[in-house]
């Protein structure tokens, strides 16, 4: 395939030696472009992945001049062998790895009582937080913030208490073979970041750099002395701030070019994500190609139905499986089955250790708190599922789900559906639109509150996932918000 002149132009920046951050759109062939550069050059360089199925299908597409590797495998070649009979190591409940490191009672924090069990658990995400950082030591900004305690001077409590405990769980995790804390993949990552290691190579490619946790962004602009540095991804599809990612690509040093001629879908699409990206005010607008049409209407049998959330993908999964259809679920089950099994307990009356849901003793409780406290809005589809169906018919349907291959449609929350297309796609009823403010327009109709940005990107995530259909019924309020129309 002749390359495009946006191509062409990233292969001259590449070629006269610039760092360059190269800004690709969705379906614009980013890893086509990267491999273009990589086989026009004897140099040779490294390419980190976002993840292993990544690196694998790019080893098959690079020169043999080019290692394709994650940021992981670097670090376990590194350091992470001495660990290996630790993170083969039987897995074990919270509280007796709090236990071990001496939290072995509760403690009462403003009217709450967190108990030895929610203790533990939050030490041990303090920990996996400060990972994911570029931090060198554990600190209370470190510490999760617990549903109920979110208050700053609560959390400050709590951390007060906690940061201790995360320190001699680190601490812990230093011992190559044998501690209390359960030794995972970004541990050794972690441990590797912080001996400032030295990426021998003259070139070094970031794939999805928009996602790039600070520990890897770290390593990556640490090489910027004696490697040419090269990333690559889409601001736009930056939805993973929730967990620590940051986007690295807007204030990275070195030359910004774009590729926004997408291959994966037509015009009429292209149109669509242009509006999405607007919101988003993100820096690339879409052109579509005319040879692939793209329909946007009512899909009656999609390939794919993309969700906002677990929640609403569990009933996605329910629905279909009651009109008698095979169902699969990106990703498995298993987070839907815990938060199933976390309701059954509390409407049992037993307290839980799930994350989300440990500080609350009944079900009654949590109903309320889901209802009444603005905190907990988010919690109310779960809520809503487990009254309208049970716990039970839950677990049924997951224990039901079927393999990709064999199932008649598949349902993914958008946040997963990322880096996948499929023929046609139908888009869930919960991207719910903006809540009403105070304000009323010219007809004294209440005015929408205006689309965050965060959504925003997740839906031009969700509308770029087709190639020939897309039902955009579950974001069809679009087309009545004020700011969904910016040439009206």
């Not at 897995?91 to 790895?97: E, G, N």
Request: aromatic share 6%.
């Amino acid at each position: 395939m002749k390359p495009t002149d946006e191509q062409t132009a990233a292969a001259d920046s590449f070629h006269a030696g610039n760092h360059l951050a190269l800004q690709a759109g969705a379906g614009t062939g980013k890893t086509t472009t990267l491999a273009l550069l990589a086989h026009a050059t004897k140099r040779r360089g490294r390419y980190l992945a976002y993840n292993r199925a990544i690196a694998q299908d790019a080893t098959a597409r690079f020169p043999r001049t080019v290692q394709c590797k994650t940021a992981h495998a670097l670090a376990y070649a590194a350091v992470g062998h001495r660990y290996t009979s630790r993170l083969n190591a039987p897995r074990r409940p919270a509280w007796q790895t709090g236990q071990a490191l001496g939290l072995t009672k509760a403690v009462r924090i403003g009217d709450r009582e967190v108990s030895q069990r929610a203790l533990s658990n939050a030490a041990l995400r303090t920990v996996t937080r400060f990972c994911h950082t570029a931090d060198d030591k554990i600190t209370r900004h470190h510490v999760p913030k617990l549903r109920g305690l979110e208050d700053n001077d609560l959390h400050r409590e709590l951390a007060i208490h906690i940061v201790p405990f995360a320190r001699k769980a680190w601490s812990d995790l230093q011992h190559p073979d044998d501690g209390a804390v359960r030794f995972d993949h970004d541990h050794y990552l972690k441990i590797w970041s912080l001996t400032q290691p030295t990426l021998n190579a003259d070139f070094l490619l970031l794939d999805e750099a928009q996602d790039t946790n600070p520990v890897v962004e770290q390593i990556f602009l640490n090489q910027r002395s004696h490697t040419q540095l090269v990333m690559v991804g889409d601001s736009a599809q930056a939805i993973y701030h929730w967990r620590g990612a940051k986007d690295v690509m807007t204030g990275f040093d070195g030359t910004h070019l774009t590729l926004s001629q997408s291959f994966r879908f037509g015009p009429h699409l292209a149109e669509e994500a242009n509006r999405w990206l607007h919101l988003a005010d993100a820096p690339i607008r879409l052109t579509g190609t005319p040879a692939v049409p793209t329909e946007i209407g009512p899909v009656t049998s999609p390939d794919a139905v993309l969700c906002r959330t677990n929640v609403g993908a569990m009933a996605q999964v329910m629905a279909l499986m009651a009109d008698g259809q095979r169902v699969a679920l990106v990703g498995g089950g298993d987070s839907l089955r815990a938060l199933a099994l976390a309701a059954r307990d509390l409407k049992e009356g037993r307290r839980t250790t799930h994350p989300e849901l440990l500080l609350f003793p009944t079900w009654g409780e949590l109903q309320d708190y889901a209802a009444h406290d603005p905190a907990g809005r988010e919690l109310q589809p779960l809520v809503d599922l487990v009254d309208k169906h049970g716990a039970d018919a839950i677990l049924k349907a997951v224990a039901a789900l079927a393999p990709e291959q064999q199932a008649e449609v598949t349902v993914s929350t958008a946040h997963k559906a990322k880096g996948r297309e499929w023929a046609c796609v139908r888009i869930a009823d919960d991207f719910t639109p903006p809540k009403d403010s105070d304000q009323e327009d010219a007809n004294g109709c209440p005015r929408p509150r205006p689309i965050e940005d965060s959504e925003a990107r997740l839906a031009y995530v969700a509308v770029t996932r087709t190639r020939h259909h897309l039902d955009m019924v579950g974001l069809s309020w679009i087309d009545h918000h004020p700011d969904g129309n910016p040439t009206r």
